[in-house]
């Protein structure tokens, strides 16, 4: 450790100067001015709804989705596995007891759709949370150490990002037995690499800058650097990759679901109900239509809202 | 480029709410409809009298309704729906001369069977194995069917009824059954040939092929107790075989006639080929092409050894293509085309509702299946060992809502097929045994010591089909809210039934049995402690003496009675595996097939004498 500091010192000693300033303007990112924070937040959400009005509705959006799943027993109507047990409850069209109608079993749609948001939400929720965590590590390692360690894997990346979406996860799910667990699991494994790459990126990027070779001149080890100078530059960027995968995870999760290995088929999710009432589209549209509408709607939002953001946090890609 | 993008995403959302409203616009007429029907059918948990009420009325439609379909089976199968279709060109060129006055329509007809034409059947899925001994699955068995001859068949026609036993030759002309009953004597056809196919070659069938089938079905056959009793095969000439057997085994005849009999050339046995993947027969049609999972296809017979009753060769039609299709809605689709001339996919009633709508002129048949959806539990694992743990799981079960709302219709089986109408307990007997109670099954559980509920582990497979999947789901709810904690493991069909349910790795397991068409199969093979479906673990010595006694009543109303006690005994005692549901089987002909009259048993009896109308339209 101490050999290394003064190795550091001694190849960065010519411009002692420049180091001290350059440090400076690496923190200035993360001290942008002297307001509160409560202050901050505020002014940024007003410029965010002032530039992007669309951002905002699918934000409120999203904010409603995330209502509905926490208070899914409050707002469902009915339970949403009791089955129909009387003439008429089967397929029965929207109505003012059901909303969305009745299913082949003759259960609420409505209940349904609001219960199978819950699966959507912590399955997109905890395969963003863990693809993020990890591909960020990995990437900003890779990144930073360069040379064998970022060869290796770079192409553990590329092996990954080349098997299709869904097939792999097919696979992963397939190995596994079918779980809202092992779902997760298959779809981060499959969204590490492309946080990796991101994070990758602009790690190189990074590394060269100046701030930091004058920061590794100051004795600053590898880990430092990284979570110090790395991820804090990362993490717009990944924020952006986060909410856009968000949608993706939903779709997947659904398309999962809709294949039969997703949730177990007791649990109400989307894909699911549109898989098992795919075959009375044409005698009951609303068993198809309003889980479809609730997917839609949920990946819509993730997804305008990821490009508000992307907007918000990164001008210049505007230009 | 942002701006396009957002651009291509307004649009996509504007696509996407006129669809919606699209979609809603075009069913607004039933939405209206049925607002009222959603009103009145109070959905709430307090209606209990009504639901009660429901359940009566319910109750006598099923009983009128099973009555129409098992006790006139002429009816149901003239075709309920379209007679026309099936027995008017039988009917013209019997006797032509009678009708003099038919209508041109019906003279084009009787101008006489159409030979040549591809017969297109849908079904839901396959299986790898061809071979009739290793696997008793009924893809293996839909497949092989047109291939493989047995010594007896079933007759089929316009006044056999579709679980009527009557037995036909096949690939026997006659047979002797000796005083002591102990020997059965079949003497063969000998104008019988193999299809041409390596390494049989076309060769003549004779008394050795039959032996060494049967001999190999003893010895490693999955339906070796469709043989029990049989000591030796002997074949004292090249066209005669002779059974000997131990005791008398009543149900032997009828076994004979099995779906699972298949007759077989020799070379089959002994390391001679691959059973799995060659299919060399007697049968009227040759295996010629096939894709597991995708489509088999079927070249007819050019030395088929069966004439009509006017000397033409059999059979009429050229190829017969077996397709797998499980999209309800692409088979629909495909049939209304004209690209399928056989569905026997079934389909959700509002589906069928709705293809009897658009396409009146096919023909709809309905028959009581000659299976049964079953509960089997595994009395190796306590507490499913205590009759009150599976007495509480029966009457957990509303049968009744599960199959009528699912199903549309079908009927209460006992431990026999209610197909099997002569043997099976008369329906309020089934229902005063299998009753829907789910207070008396938590009392019953509260009794065998969980009152707070029993954890379960319950498995089934998706692959029987969608609707056996709602069954499934219906069955797990009605068990929840009877006090049990039911955690459903929905796992493949080869893990199901390949090693989970015949290994008896499960506390419960949920699925259809395969159409037995002897009561000795559903009863001794499921429930006698060395059964060979006695994938239960059931031990019960009485039903087991029970068992062993109608095996040598030859009398047939004496078995009949025996056969029934043994069901009452086995409802009140055993419990095991619990009958739930019976429904409907539907096949759905197109108008042009000619002469086709179903049957039980697996596989297409008669096709031979089946014909296409305009084969070539």
């Known amino acids: 450790m101490t050999a290394e500091i003064t190795d550091a010192l001694v190849d960065e000693s010519n411009e002692p100067e420049v180091v001290v300033d350059l440090t400076d303007a690496a923190q200035e990112p993360n001290a942008p001015a002297a307001l509160g924070r409560w202050a901050r937040m505020r002014r940024g959400l007003r410029q965010f709804r002032k530039e992007h009005p669309l951002g905002l509705v699918a934000g409120l959006v999203i904010l409603l989705f995330i209502v509905t799943a926490i208070l899914a027993p409050i707002v469902a109507t009915h339970d949403p596995s009791a089955t129909g047990r009387q003439p008429g409850q089967k397929l029965a069209s929207p109505s003012f007891s059901n909303f969305f109608g009745t299913d082949q079993l003759g259960r609420d749609i409505f209940s349904r759709v609001v219960y199978g948001s819950r699966i959507s939400l912590i399955v997109a929720t905890f395969t963003v949370l863990v693809s993020t965590v990890l591909g960020t590590l990995v990437g900003a390692v890779s990144g930073y150490l360069g040379g064998k360690v970022d060869m290796i894997l770079q192409r553990i990346v590329d092996a990954v990002m080349s098997i299709p979406v869904l097939i792999l996860a097919l696979f992963i799910v397939s190995l596994l037995g079918s779980s809202v667990t092992n779902v997760v699991l298959a779809l981060s494994i499959i969204y590490i690499p492309r946080f990796a790459r991101i994070a990758r990126g602009e790690m190189l990027r990074i590394r060269n800058a100046e701030y930091v070779t004058a920061s590794r001149a100051l004795g600053a080890g590898s880990w430092r650097i990284i979570r110090g100078h790395g991820i804090p530059n990362l993490v717009a960027p990944i924020i952006i990759l986060a909410s856009l995968t968000y949608g993706q995870a939903m779709i997947a999760e659904a398309a999962l679901s809709f294949l039969g290995v997703g949730a177990p088929i007791t649990e109400p999710s989307w894909g699911q109900m549109l898989s098992s009432s795919r075959e009375f589209m044409t005698v009951a549209w609303w068993a198809v239509v309003f889980p479809g509408v609730a997917l839609s709607a949920g990946v819509l939002a993730f997804n305008l809202f990821g490009d508000a953001l992307r907007d918000y946090l990164d001008p210049k890609l505007v230009q | ?617």
């Open chain 2, 1 to 617: 480029m942002r701006r396009t993008n957002r651009l291509a995403r307004w649009l996509a959302l504007l696509v996407a709410l006129a669809l919606l409203a699209a979609a809603c616009g075009g069913s607004s007429g039933d939405g209206t409809d049925d607002v009222a029907t959603g009103d009145s059918a109070d959905q709430s948990d307090s209606s209990n009298d009504a639901a009660e009420a429901d359940d009566q009325a319910s109750f006598n439609d099923l009983a009128a309704e099973e009555q129409a379909r098992t006790g006139d089976e002429d009816e149901v199968l003239g075709a309920t729906e379209e007679p026309d279709a099936e027995e008017a060109p039988e009917e013209e060129s019997e006797e032509p001369a009678d009708e003099p006055d038919a209508e041109p329509e019906e003279d084009a007809a009787s101008e006489g069977i159409q030979t040549g034409g591809t017969l297109v059947i849908s079904g839901p899925s396959d299986i790898a194995s061809l071979d009739p001994l290793g696997s008793s699955s009924f893809n293996t068995q839909y497949r092989i069917a047109p291939i493989y001859q047995r010594l007896i068949g079933f007759a089929t026609g316009p006044d056999i009824g579709y679980t009527a036993q009557v037995l036909k030759p096949e690939l026997a002309t006659d047979w002797q059954i000796s005083d002591d009953l102990l020997s059965y004597t079949f003497n063969l056809r000998d104008d019988v040939f193999w299809h041409d196919v390596e390494p049989v070659n076309g060769r003549q069938f004779t008394s050795a092929d039959v032996k060494a089938t049967f001999d190999a079905i003893l010895a490693e056959g999955h339906q070796a107790s469709l043989l029990a009793n049989i000591t030796s095969v002997d074949a004292p000439d090249d066209f005669t075989v002779v059974l000997n057997l131990s005791g008398p085994f009543a149900p032997l005849l009828n076994n004979m006639a099995s779906h699972f009999m298949w007759i077989l050339p020799s070379e089959a046995f002994e390391d001679g080929y691959d059973r799995t993947n060659t299919v060399i027969g007697t049968g009227p049609f040759m295996l010629d092409e096939r894709e597991v999972d995708v489509t088999t296809t079927y070249a007819r017979n050019p030395n088929y050894w069966e004439t009509d009753d006017e000397g033409r060769q059999l059979p009429y039609m050229d190829r017969i293509e077996s397709l797998v299709i499980n999209d309800t809605q692409q088979v629909i689709a495909a049939f209304k085309a004209g690209e399928i001339d056989m569905v026997t996919n079934t389909m959700a009633p509002e589906l069928r509702d709705q293809l009897m709508n658009d396409f009146p002129e096919a023909f709809y048949g309905e028959w009581v299946d000659a299976g049964m959806g079953q509960v089997g539990v595994n009395m190796d694992r306590p507490p499913f060992d205590d009759i009150r743990v599976r007495q509480a799981i029966s009457l957990a079960i509303d049968r009744e809502g599960m199959g009528l709302t699912i199903r549309g219709g079908g009927t209460i089986p006992s431990n026999v097929a209610p197909a099997l109408a002569d043997y099976v307990i008369p329906l309020e007997e089934r229902q005063e045994y299998l009753q829907y109670d789910p207070e008396a099954a938590r009392a019953l559980l509260a009794e065998a010591g969980y009152p707070d509920g029993l954890d379960a582990t319950l498995i089934a497979t998706d692959r029987y089909g969608a609707a056996y999947t709602a069954q499934t789901e219906w069955l797990v709810e009605d068990l929840n809210n009877a006090g049990f904690n039911i955690q459903l493991d929905l796992i493949d069909y080869a893990t199901y039934f390949g090693s989970r349910w015949p290994d008896t790795e499960y506390d419960l397991q949920f699925g259809p049995q395969t159409p037995f068409l002897e009561p000795d199969e559903w009863l001794r093979l499921q429930m006698s402690s060395d059964g060979a479906r006695n994938w239960f673990n059931i031990d019960d010595p009485v039903l087991d003496d029970l068992l062993n006694e109608q095996l040598g009543i030859v009398d047939v109303d004496e078995r009949i009675a025996k056969i029934q006690d043994i069901q009452r005994y086995a409802l009140e005692n055993v419990l095991n595996p619990i009958p739930v549901w019976t429904y409907f089987t539907q096949w759905t002909l197109s108008p042009e097939v000619q002469d086709f009259y179903r049957h039980a048993s697996y596989g297409y009896a008669g096709i031979q004498r089946v014909w296409l109308d305009e084969p070539d339209g």
